[in-house]
């Protein structure tokens, strides 16, 4: 469930919660309340009666108080969920500033003993506005409104909930109805807005009411001050530090024209009489000092129904500052005035609140007071609310200066450019290369608000600059460990370098242009960079690109060039471009060197892209083709093989079978472990006469074998000769792991027990692992052999133990007992290894009695290493049955 439909049910769902408990209470509340509360009629209005019990809340109007009961009278009807509440509603009666009366009727949502148990979920409040009817206008009592109050709907940051708020005035109380939004406060102050006041002439809820969030003990306790007229315009700031966020009301919604710098515009509050309370809020910078603000009342062209502020309040979130204007600046053109705060402030939030005005004869400025229909309509304005900073009157490229250092001065400008525009993103642009890092880094946040058209360049130079200082840092520290004869240390990361990847990043595609101009035309280094982020950010751009740049390139830059285009060609957003490349006559168009480089950059993916058979067939096919093409086209052909092209098949068969270069012939043999196909011309390579192609042959069956191929008849047979008599070690130890990949047969193990007396321990240890893989118990004597023999080679030793706990060798357990517990005090590395085979093999079988041979090395003072491997035997899932 979203947060936003959590915060509009819970408030149903919490008083649905509650209902049964507060039923049980329910009469015995209303008892309390069966007592019915007069309102005594006043002038033009009548007499109310109320009372709240078990059939709900009875209303009745009458001529006079006397004798007035509720009895006979109008039930009200109460929402499903709030009837059980109505045990703990209270009537609240109240006197309007013309001596009328309204009832308010609140139900708080935690029922009638929600003082003793507390707000919990349930804290809001379900209110009913009564009143009687005004004299002569029926006997009906009147609902001004009901609903629920204090209750947020809305995501987070977006709530809002509906209130009603009593204001008490010098005579009488105002009563209003408005909403409360989490987006619309006075700095982190709940405000009313939207709000409707109940109108005492009508006893009807009339918009556009102004309010006075402020509380009063804040307003008491603000510190007073005057501003001062100033007779010439000031200098205006080289920034507009704040920006207007949200406003109370506004005439046509046009609030951010109080700070737009434009003296013919103006933000004119929108409600009813003088706007007392009306507000705007601003956004700020926490790290720039405001010393005062520059204020101008009348727009140039003046506003209809205009009127000058009086008093207003100039709020942060935790300061308030009341601000009296020395004159009805409404008659005075132009007028400006500055403010001068006694103490500078820092904050996120400023926030302008009008408080009284200077109206206009006829109108009226006080709370709840309405003029006649026709008084005329009152709009308090200002055109301009300008912050005072010590940086007024510096320029775009001041404030970059300003930005060296790094401290609070230079966070300060930063906060200030960040908000100036295209201007001051130039000035930071311009001026970057002089700062310091410290500056540089303030300036690069400020560029980052810029778009992506006006930050990708600049980005991309920090890029290739960057690319090029860590090229020659990693060189001078090689050849710097070259002459000392060390390794060289890993560079330090750049952070100037990884903040232009990331914004290069951010902007995507946008960025494609200037990384190709440098991949094009840039330094070695600076290609290399601009294609890896090419290839990620926009890969259809980076083909056709890429291939461009890699008919120059040479050496290491070229492999660099050709990896970024093989991240580009495999990404399904490149698909079109792939396409469009490989059509025969654009492929043409490109040097050789470049086709190849595309079939391979493509690699297992070549097989599915459209027209990728025939741009490796004009390849494959041409006449004379040189040792180069030859060996680079064996990976294309083993790609286009497994998706079923029999041309491809066929090429990479010749190759392996009747190439008259080795090279090409171990290559083929290579790639060709992944095409099922080709394992019987695999078969037939374990016999190549170079020893080097028989190697990649055998090693390729292997993993295919491994990958679940099904080799050819007499393959066991083929791998045994090899491994009985070829004279080259790595063949024997490649022939031995082969057959222990293949499925198990008396010929193969036959041929892995031979090899136990061969004389490299290499081609031993491989045919002891094909023995356990196979678990050839039928050799066991042999294994044991192998495992006892403290003349052997401790490497083939531990995988004889290692091959017996795959066969289940329950007669050798108290051997590795015995070598496992030898392991707490080594005499050398001898019995380190051999002891951790045997726990390998302990927890593999895992006899019945495994926790009381392992308990001695349980102990605190076995080490660490060792206790840890007994605990792990202990714990191994048996791979044996136990007997």
């Not at 205009?306 to 132009?334: I, M």
């Not at 009152?378 to 970059?400: C, K, N």
Request: include cysteine.
């Amino acid at each position: 469930m979203s947060s936003s439909r959590f915060r509009s049910l819970w408030p149903r769902a919490s008083v649905t919660a509650l209902a049964v408990a507060a039923s049980s209470t329910w009469l015995g509340d209303a008892a309390a309340q069966a007592a019915p509360v007069v309102l005594p009629h006043a002038a033009g209005q009548q007499a109310l009666a109320v009372r709240i019990d078990a059939r709900g809340i009875t209303a009745r109007a009458c001529p006079s108080a006397a004798a007035c009961a509720p009895d006979g009278g109008k039930v009200l009807a109460a929402p499903p969920e709030v009837a059980p509440l109505l045990g703990g509603a209270r009537v609240a009666p109240i006197t309007l500033a013309d001596g009328k009366h309204l009832a308010k009727i609140e139900a708080p949502a935690g029922g009638a003993n929600a003082g003793a148990r507390g707000t919990g979920a349930g804290s809001g409040s379900w209110v009913m506005l009564l009143a009687a009817p005004l004299a002569g206008k029926g006997a009906e009592p009147l609902v001004l409104w009901s609903g629920w109050t204090d209750v947020a709907t809305g995501e987070h940051g977006e709530g809002r909930s509906d209130a009603v708020v009593v204001e008490p005035l010098a005579s009488g109380s105002r009563v209003l109805v408005g909403q409360r939004r989490d987006d619309v406060t006075i700095c982190g102050r709940p405000a009313l807005v939207g709000a409707s006041e109940v109108d005492p002439r009508t006893m009807t809820l009339l918009k556009g009411a102004s309010y006075q969030n402020l509380p009063a003990e804040e307003r008491r306790a603000a510190v007073k001050v005057a501003a001062e007229r100033r007779d010439a315009d000031a200098a205006a700031p080289g920034f507009r530090l704040l920006r207007p966020t949200a406003a109370s009301s506004a005439v046509g919604k046009r609030f951010a024209e109080i700070a737009d710098g434009d003296p013919n515009t103006a933000w004119s509050e929108g409600k009813a009489g003088a706007g007392r309370g009306e507000f705007v809020s601003f956004s700020s910078a926490d790290e720039v000092a405001i010393t005062g603000l520059g204020l101008r009342v009348k727009p140039t062209e003046g506003v209809e129904g205009g009127a000058a502020p009086r008093t207003l309040f100039v709020a942060t979130p935790d300061r308030l500052f009341q601000v009296s204007l020395p004159e009805d600046a409404w008659l005075k053109e132009p007028a400006g005035y500055e403010v001068k705060l006694p103490q500078e402030i820092r904050a996120s939030c400023v926030a302008v609140v009008l408080d009284e005005a200077y109206v206009p004869r006829g109108a009226q400025a006080g709370a709840g007071e309405r003029g006649s229909p026709s008084a005329p309509e009152v709009r308090v304005t200002i055109a301009e609310v300008t912050a005072r900073t010590a940086f007024d009157g510096q320029g775009p490229a001041a404030l970059v200066g300003a930005l060296a250092g790094g401290g609070e001065r230079a966070r300060a400008a930063a906060a200030l450019l960040a908000r100036g525009g295209p201007e001051a993103i130039e000035a930071a642009i311009a001026g970057y290369d002089r700062l310091d890092p410290a500056g540089r880094q303030l300036a690069a946040g400020v560029i980052d608000a810029a778009p992506c058209a006006v930050q990708v360049p600049f980005f991309t130079a920090r890029l290739a600059s960057g690319a090029a200082d860590a090229a020659r840092r990693k060189a001078g520290a090689a050849d710097a460990a070259r002459r000392g004869g060390r390794r060289a240390a890993p560079a330090e990361p750049d952070p100037e370098l990884h903040h232009a990847r990331d914004r290069i990043r951010r902007c995507g595609r946008a960025a494609a242009p200037a990384l190709a101009e440098l991949v094009k035309g840039g330094a070695a280094a600076a290609r290399v960079a601009a294609a890896r982020e090419l290839a990620l950010v926009a890969p259809a751009e980076a083909v056709p690109a890429l291939l461009d740049a890699l008919a120059g390139a040479r050496g290491a830059t070229r492999r660099e060039l050709r990896s970024a285009l093989a991240t580009a060609a495999r990404s399904e957003r490149a698909a079109a471009a792939v396409e469009e490349e490989v059509q025969i006559e654009r492929l043409r168009a490109r040097p050789e060197d470049a086709q190849l480089d595309l079939l391979r950059a493509l690699g297992p993916s070549l097989g599915r892209v459209k027209g990728g058979g025939a741009a490796f067939q004009a390849l494959a096919s041409a006449a004379g083709a040189p040792f180069a093409r030859r060996y680079l086209l064996q990976a294309p052909a083993a790609a286009l093989a497994r998706a079923g092209e029999p041309e491809a098949q066929a090429y990479l068969r010749a190759s392996l079978r009747k190439d008259a270069d080795a090279h090409v012939r171990l290559r083929a043999a290579e790639v060709a472990a992944d095409v099922p196909a080709l394992a019987p011309d695999l078969l037939a390579a374990v016999s190549d006469p170079d020893v080097r192609v028989r190697e990649a042959a055998i090693v390729a069956l292997s993993r295919a074998a491994s990958a679940g191929t099904r080799l050819p008849a007499g393959a066991a047979e083929a791998l045994a000769a090899r491994l009985a008599s070829d004279p080259w070690t790595f063949v024997r130890g490649g022939a031995a792991l082969a057959i222990g990949a293949m499925p198990a047969t008396p010929a193969g193990d036959r041929a892995l027990v031979g090899a136990l007396t061969d004389a490299s321990p290499e081609v031993r240890r491989s045919a002891l692992d094909g023995l356990g893989a196979h678990r050839a118990t039928a050799h066991i004597e042999a294994v044991r052999d192998r495992a006892e023999d403290k003349e052997e080679d401790v490497e083939v030793r531990a995988r004889a133990i290692l091959a017996l706990g795959a066969m289940c060798d329950a007669g050798s357990v108290d051997l590795w007992t015995r070598l496992a517990l030898r392991a707490k005090a080594p005499v050398g590395e001898r019995d380190q290894r051999l002891g951790s085979a045997a726990l390998a093999a302990l927890g593999a079988v895992h006899p019945a009695d495994l926790p009381a041979r392992l308990k001695p090395l349980l102990d605190k003072d076995t080490p660490h290493g060792l206790r840890e491997t007994a605990r792990a035997a202990l714990s191994a899932t048996p791979q044996c049955r136990r007997r």
